[in-house]
């Protein structure tokens, strides 16, 4: 069992950073690939990176590519996203998940709003 909790969220101005954070509980911590996932009102949620239970390897989807960095400390229980050049269109609800791998996500976060105004 893994608990989650995000923090860092909040209203940043267009071209501004936030750096969200997630704790997580649980001795097997390492052994989880993490995520973090969004959704915007009315939207699905969608992933926004992601990676592996070492940190050896990391994804993000096109659209925070080169503006995003998901980073893992597991002798912290920690996985963090750094969020770069934010844009209106990054607003939503943020949120951290825990998976055994191959794309499934067991656990979840409470999630944390980013808001970011033109």
């Known amino acids: 069992q893994v608990q989650l909790v995000e923090s860092g969220g909040g209203l940043v101005q267009a071209g501004g950073s936030l750096r969200l954070s997630c704790a997580a509980s649980g001795r097997t911590f390492s052994s989880y690939a993490m995520g973090w996932f969004r959704q915007a009102p009315g939207k699905e949620r969608k992933i926004v990176a992601a990676?592996?239970?070492?940190?050896?390897?990391?994804h993000y989807s096109d659209s925070v590519k080169g503006r995003f960095t998901i980073s893992r400390d597991n002798a912290k229980n920690t996985v963090s996203l750094q969020m770069n050049s934010l844009k209106p269109e990054d607003t939503a609800v943020y949120y951290c998940?825990?998976?055994?791998?191959?794309?499934?996500?067991?656990?979840w976060g409470q999630g944390t709003q980013v808001t970011v105004s033109s």
């Open positions: 998940a825990a998976g055994t791998g191959g794309g499934l996500y067991e656990y």
């Open positions: 990676i592996t239970w070492s940190g050896g390897s990391t």
